[in-house]
Structure formats: structure tokens, C-alpha cells
């Protein structure tokens, strides 16, 4: 369901939009660039993608909400990018509300006509509210709690973190957002330890506090720079296969379904949802939070053999909507198979899981509205997804064959097919 982290070395390189920090002078370090996920995209390693005419696209213009359980936000390389916070609660639950602050409110009070069951929820906004806070029930911080706020650093940082590097093992390592001239709205979703790290009504009233802000933008800079695609690192699996749906397509009644009914509204806006496909290692169906028509499925290949699905990553039966961005395994010493991101307090760490797909994908979107023009309707949503398809690479693999549709996307391709 979520991807795992490995612990993180200690940061000694700074920005690497300006110079490439000097390593010490005993080490004989070379910059290694497939630690920076937008190199693995066909872009330069601080983010940014070059089509046939020579115009550069970096994501500027563009807002991507991420949506995850909490985020540290006092890198500057990332809270930078970051235009509005959000925390979502749920009232007399055995989970609770992990939210510092805010105020309890209703459904139909805070989205009047949202077609969902009527409950009341806390709602908290500006700055600080998707910061990591302990609740009653969960310390959030502890271990490896996935309400823990390194999981939605890392998501966040892989959308839109500036361009960084650290020196470590002997190597200039590179990182930076897939999209670092995008803006983020961080969306914090987490429930704590006793039951689903993402509580399912969590992330549907994150989802109807983004369609009501892409409907009415509150901000100038929203208004400057859209909403046009949404980051859920997260297949609602929770390492249950039972939760596995074997078939493409939502359950009556599921959360998919009214998940569903969300993101499809979302689409006639022009903005994409972005799903992680889980880390089961399934081969077919679909997942809980995957069975929608209209969001997207992002799984995750090998950097080293980019065609190839990592032996983790579902390969769902989800067809032309799923998608997938080079991951790896996240090994430490690193290898041929290891990228970074953003880690709590300003450093960074390697990672592995499909978690860390999804947020390239919403980064790409970004990158390509850029160039388009941010999506209107669902006819502009297509068009890019569409172009992302059929200008991605072709999956490699035993699993491949009984699987169709799914590609590994090249942004400078797609940017050469789009007008």
C-alpha cells in the first residue's frame, strides 16, 4: 500500500540550481544523475524537460495537491513551493482527529451538494496545518506510522522540492521534484496507528476541498496557478490482500465508488487524480482506492531496466490509465536502482515503492500543462493523458503480457506530441 523509506544520510551538498557544491577535497565524487527522479523522465537532474523547438518546461503556472498523511515543511527547498495547508479530521472515531488545531464542521455546510453521506468533520487551514501533531490515540511520530509525517515530506518533495544534492558514498547525488517550478497545496490526511493510516473520509473530504477550490480559486496565486492534478500516494490496500479486487471496475457502494464520484467530477474540470497502484506484487484487478475510471494508476519500474516493473509494484488491470515512473528499490550503499527525495529536516533519503511513482506522475502533468495551457475540461485532461500513453515507453516483463495498456512515461516526448 505505502512505500518504505531507508534511513537517511546526512545532507552536506546545498542547492544545485546555482553550482554543484565541491565534495571534500580527498574525494574523487562524480554527480550521479538517476538519483534525481526528473532525469529518470528525460529531463535534466534539477527538473527541467527540453521538446524539439528548445522551449524548457519546468511546471510553472500549475498547483498540484498532494494529499497525504502529514508533511514537514522547514526545508526551504520545499516549503517554498508550498501555497496553501490543509488537515482533515474525523469527529468521535476510534482514530480521531490528528489535526493541531481547527474547527468542526458539515458536509453540506463546507460543500453544499457533494452527493456523499452527510458527516460532520474537522476542517483546518493555513499555515502549519499539515504538520505532523500527535493525537490521542497515535504518536505520529514514532517509528515507521505511516500518519508519520516522512511519507508525505517525501511525496511532496518529489512533485515540486527545488533542486537539491547531498555528498554521500563517494557520489554528488542530485535530487529534485519532478515539477519544481509547480506550486503545492498539502493536504494532510493522517489517522493514526489503530486503523487505516489514511482514514477513507479523510481523503474524500480532501478531495471535495480541492474540487471546491479548483471551482472557486481563493487566492490570486491559486487563480495564477490552477489546480490540474491531485497526488494520492496510496492504494488503500493496507497490506491486506484481501482488499484486492479482482476485477477492473468499483463495487457498489465501495469507497472506490464514492471516491469515484469525486475524481470524475474533477476530470470535468481538467484535473487529474493520481493513485499509487500498492506494493503487493499483484498481477491483475484492481485495488480499493484504484477502481475508478477516472483517476489515474501509477506504478513503479526499475531505474536500471526502466521498461521493467519492479518486483514489488501491482500491475493492475487498469488499462491506458496506468502509468508508470522509474522507483527502483532504494537501496543504501546506493546502486543502479536508487533515487532520493525530500526527507524531514532538510535532508534526504532513498526510497523504493509505488508511493513514490504516483507524485512523478502528478509532477509530469504539471510540466506538460505548461505547455498546453492548464486543462479546462475533460477533453484538455485527455489530450495530455492521452499523449502521456502513447508517447510512453512499452512495459518488459513475465507480468507484462497478461496486463495491457500501462506505459512508462517520457515527459519530452509527450511535450513533442502535444501542439
Known amino acids: 500500500m505505502f512505500a518504505r523509506c531507508v534511513a537517511p544520510v546526512l545532507v552536506i551538498a546545498t542547492l544545485v540550481g546555482v553550482t554543484i557544491a565541491a565534495p571534500p577535497a580527498h574525494a574523487a565524487a562524480s554527480v550521479v544523475p538517476v538519483r534525481s527522479a526528473p532525469y529518470n523522465l528525460g529531463g535534466t537532474v534539477d527538473g527541467r524537460y527540453t521538446d524539439a523547438d528548445g522551449h524548457t518546461y519546468d511546471g510553472r503556472g500549475s498547483t498540484v495537491v498532494d494529499i497525504d498523511g502529514a508533511f514537514d515543511l522547514t526545508d526551504p527547498n520545499l516549503s517554498s513551493r508550498v501555497i496553501a495547508e490543509y488537515c482533515f479530521g474525523q469527529v468521535g472515531t476510534a482514530h480521531g482527529s490528528l489535526c493541531s488545531g481547527g474547527t468542526t464542521v458539515s458536509r453540506q455546510t463546507q460543500y453544499a451538494g457533494h ?17 505532523p501533531s500527535d493525537g490521542t490515540t497515535s504518536a505520529c511520530r514514532d517509528g515507521l506510522n505511516f500518519c508519520h509525517w516522512f511519507h508525505g515530506t517525501m511525496t511532496a518533495g518529489l512533485i515540486a522540492g527545488n533542486p537539491s544534492q547531498r555528498y554521500a558514498g563517494g557520489e554528488i547525488q542530485p535530487y529534485s521534484g519532478a515539477a519544481p517550478g509547480a506550486k503545492l497545496i498539502t493536504m494532510k490526511v493522517g489517522s493514526g496507528t489503530t486503523g487505516p493510516a489514511f482514514e477513507a473520509d479523510n481523503i474524500l473530504n480532501a478531495l471535495l476541498q480541492t474540487e471546491k477550490l479548483v471551482e ?6 491559486l487563480r495564477a496557478n490552477p489546480i490540474v492534478a491531485v497526488n494520492i500516494s496510496n ?9 484486492w479486487n479482482p476485477g477492473p471496475n468499483c463495487r457498489a457502494d465501495s469507497v472506490g465508488a464514492r471516491i469515484n464520484a469525486v475524481t470524475s467530477r474533477l476530470v470535468s474540470r481538467g484535473v487529474s487524480t493520481i493513485f499509487a497502484a500498492g506494493n503487493d506484487a499483484l498481477t491483475g484487478g484492481s485495488t480499493p482506492y484504484t477502481c475508478g475510471w477516472s483517476s489515474l494508476v501509477a506504478g513503479a519500474t526499475e531505474i536500471a531496466q526502466p521498461g521493467l516493473p519492479t518486483s514489488y509494484s501491482n500491475v493492475l488491470d487498469t488499462g491506458a490509465r496506468t502509468l508508470y515512473a522509474p522507483v527502483g528499490y532504494g537501496k543504501w550503499p546506493a546502486d543502479a536502482n536508487t533515487m532520493l527525495t525530500f526527507y524531514p529536516g532538510g535532508g534526504a533519503s532513498t526510497t523504493w515503492g509505488t ?17 498546453t495551457g492548464a486543462p ?19 512495459l518488459v516483463g513475465d507480468r507484462v503480457p497478461r496486463i495491457g495498456g500501462g506505459r512508462l512515461i517520457d515527459i519530452p516526448a509527450t511535450l513533442n506530441r502535444l501542439p
Open 216 to 221: 472557486s480559486p481563493d487566492t490570486d496565486e
Open 235 to 243: 492504494s488503500g490496500m493496507y497490506d491486506t490482500p484481501k482488499n
Open 376 to 394: 479546462q475540461n475533460a477533453a484538455d485532461r485527455f489530450a495530455i493523458v492521452d499523449a502521456l500513453h502513447r508517447s510512453g515507453t512499452p
Open 115 to 131: 452527493g456523499l453521506a452527510e458527516q460532520p468533520f474537522v476542517l483546518q487551514s493555513g499555515r502549519g496545518a499539515s504538520a
Open 355 to 371: 508511493s513514490f511513482a504516483a507524485p512523478q506522475i502528478a509532477g509530469a502533468i504539471a510540466v506538460l500543462a505548461q505547455k
